[in-house]
């Protein structure tokens, strides 16, 4: 399967400060990304569409300017948790969709986000 | 928006027996069906999936089965082992790659 990394595995910020995670998509070029939230013991939810080239589309509920969304290239994007409070304490996961594999979804192995 | 429901949120199976995980969606444009493994601290790993127009697939000691007119789609794990033991999400897709997940089964294989 594909292979995506993220980066920071972990992280701890202190409030009030930004944290930057960024995925990668290792062996193809990817136009999307998608960002995923999920809290402990609980599913995983949509955050946003990263688009290449073009501005991210949010989730309902989501702020756009609390989770800032870049996809420069094909294969970076990067989310920004900017102001972090302990409540965005979570783990956050980005996937990709390789080109013909009809909406098959490789994943990160994820950012654990601790905000103190 | 889709939404997936998935039973039971915990399964507790002896080495060797079956464990079934089941899932309902709401919507009837959704056409493609993953289910993920989970291991702690770790991201989903796909294991299986099956679209639309197909009823049954397997692989191994792992198979999915898809009801469309029901809206229901289950996994069934045979000769389970203590390396299945995780929390396993379904998931619901369209054509859009967006997906809505189920809210997770937490499987353990006592061995």
């Known amino acids: 399967g594909a292979v995506v990394s993220q980066h920071p595995s972990r992280v701890i910020c202190k409030s009030g400060t930004s944290v930057k995670i960024e995925c990668r998509s290792l062996d193809f070029q990817a136009t999307t990304m998608f960002w995923y939230r999920q809290f402990p013991k609980k599913s995983l939810m949509l955050m946003a569409t990263?688009?290449?080239?073009?501005?991210?589309?949010?989730e309902q509920g989501v702020e756009k300017d609390k989770f800032l969304i870049n996809h420069a290239s094909l294969t970076l994007s990067t989310l920004t948790v900017t102001s972090a409070h302990p409540e965005d304490s979570s783990f956050y996961i980005c996937?990709?969709?390789?080109?013909?594999?009809?909406?098959?979804?490789?994943f990160g192995q994820g950012t654990r986000l601790t905000v103190v | 928006g889709e939404n997936v429901e998935q039973h039971p949120s915990t399964l507790s199976v002896q080495e060797g027996d079956s464990a079934v995980i089941k899932c309902t969606y709401s919507?009837?444009?959704?056409?493609?069906f993953p289910w993920y493994k989970q291991e702690l601290g770790k991201g989903p790993q796909l294991i299986i999936d099956i679209r639309s127009n197909v009823g049954e697939k397997k692989d191994q000691r792992i198979a999915v089965t898809l009801n469309k007119t029901a809206k229901h789609f289950s996994l069934h794990i045979t000769e389970t082992q203590p390396e299945d033991s995780a929390v396993y999400f379904c998931a619901a897709s369209m054509n859009d790659y967006k997906l809505s997940f189920g809210a997770g089964t937490t499987v353990t294989v006592r061995a």
């Open positions: 919507d009837s444009a959704s056409n493609y």
């Open positions: 996937s990709v969709n390789p080109p013909g594999t009809g909406g098959e979804a490789f």
């Open positions: 990263s688009n290449e080239g073009s501005k991210a589309t949010y």
